[in-house]
């Protein structure tokens, strides 16, 4: 077993010994069989919430309604999720209730995909009641049951499955496929949030170009957020047939840098998918950049400075030519600092001089002070930056 699941073994094992069932279950499962590395392991049990809180020290309750209790374990923390159904789904979205029960197969049965419900016992046995392993040497997604109904009461499931044949270049199984393209229509009744997590892995997945494509086959894109059903994607879809973004911002500078959206319309995309404030400041930064970046001479040196690899990255994708990254590259290594860390002064040596108080103050004085010597005003020594800063100050 890989280590990660040895490291989890003892909370079975308690939870054996005290007379629950409990397996691994879920994305871990799935990805010790495909040799994928190993992001969280989730446990689920026939102990119900307050049976798992009574069985070790430290428990969060991070969601109890649904029956996850998360257990800290040497610094580790593992989701624990007492079996459950769930049922009648009025809205597309979310159950109204979820029961807990004491089967795993119920448990197994209300997950999205057989490549998701697989589980595995405290001595590595898989647990596969719907075939899930068949379909994981096939690289297909396919819904657990009727695909038909599960997309029905889950909308966001077909977002899964997209996300899903993005991250691991899975086809998407012809009867599962056939209720994503009926029922797309429904995404656009799911929260944009829920909807954004799961477009942002697309766009990472090693495959995202090959999920695009099944998207607007299916004509999935004119019921996403921000009505992409227009949008031309080939370029994008080029570029990430043979590499890869590897964050969600530069994921969005490059689907945006390569849109036809202008500054206005690109503010109003962003402020309908519900983009944080950061990342809404990072792609109105660096798209202007990327799409004249081939014929800027001028590039603003401290902006790029602050999101130096994201811009590298972009381009990269983009596939700039070997001079143009050279340029850039050269402009950035010509930059007296490379990040904030490496200014000669900080807050404590500004606080100890009686310049600068704590506070909202000290930040700006920083910044101001960094930018002036990316920018090439001042020096980065000691004395120039005191002497600067006091001008400034005073
Ligand atoms: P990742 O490696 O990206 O975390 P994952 O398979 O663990 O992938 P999660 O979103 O963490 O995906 O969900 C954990 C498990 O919960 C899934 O494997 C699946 O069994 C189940 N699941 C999650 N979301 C749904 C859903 N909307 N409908 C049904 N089952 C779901
Ligand atoms: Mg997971």
């Known amino acids: 077993l890989p280590q990660e699941f040895i490291d989890a073994q003892p909370i079975l094992k308690i939870l054996e010994d005290a007379g629950f069932e409990a397996y691994f279950v879920g994305g871990a499962v799935r990805d010790m069989i495909l040799n994928k590395p190993i992001h969280d392991v989730d446990i689920a049990t026939s102990a119900f919430p307050e049976e798992v ?28 999720t007492t079996f459950r159904t769930e049922s009648t789904y009025t809205d597309f979205r979310r159950p109204d209730k979820v029961k807990f029960v004491r089967s795993l197969e119920e448990d197994l049965k209300r997950r999205d995909f057989t490549i998701n419900a697989l589980a595995m016992n405290y001595s590595g046995s898989v647990i596969d009641l719907f075939d899930g392993l068949t379909d994981l040497k096939n690289r297909v997604v396919r819904a657990v049951g009727q695909a038909e109904g599960r997309f029905t009461e889950d909308a966001l499931r077909m977002m899964r499955a997209l996300r899903f044949s993005a991250q691991l270049g899975f086809d998407i199984e012809i009867n599962t496929q056939q209720a994503l393209q009926k029922l797309a229509p429904n995404l656009e009744k799911i929260a944009v949030e829920r909807i954004r997590v799961e477009f942002e892995k697309l766009l990472m997945g090693s495959q995202a170009a090959k999920s695009l494509q099944i998207a607007i086959r299916d004509q999935v894109m004119s019921y996403l957020p921000g009505d992409m059903g227009s949008w031309d994607l080939s370029l994008v879809m080029a570029d990430l047939t043979s590499s890869q973004a590897h964050s969600e911002q530069v994921a969005w500078v490059h689907l945006l840098a390569r849109s036809n959206l202008n500054t206005k319309q690109m503010s109003h995309f962003m402020r309908i998918w519900k983009m944080s404030r950061e990342d809404v400041k990072v792609v109105s930064l660096i798209v202007p950049i990327v799409r004249h970046i081939t014929d800027s001479h001028v590039i603003e040196l401290y902006q790029v400075y602050t999101y130096r690899d994201i811009l590298l990255e972009v381009l990269h994708l983009i596939k700039v030519s070997d001079g143009m990254l050279r340029h850039v590259n050269r402009i950035f290594e010509t930059l007296p600092i490379s990040k904030s860390a490496e200014l000669a002064i900080n807050g404590a040596d500004l606080i100890a001089m009686g310049l600068v108080a704590p506070g909202p103050e000290m930040g700006r004085t920083l910044r101001m002070t960094e930018r002036a010597v990316v920018l090439g005003k001042i020096d980065n020594k000691y004395d120039a930056l005191i002497a600067y800063i006091k001008e400034s100050v005073t």
């Not at 430290?58 to 624990?80: P, S």
């Open 53 to 80: 809180k009574s069985l070790f020290k430290k428990t969060v309750d991070t969601g109890i309604q649904h029956g996850t209790v998360m257990v800290l374990d040497h610094g580790a923390g593992y989701e624990v």
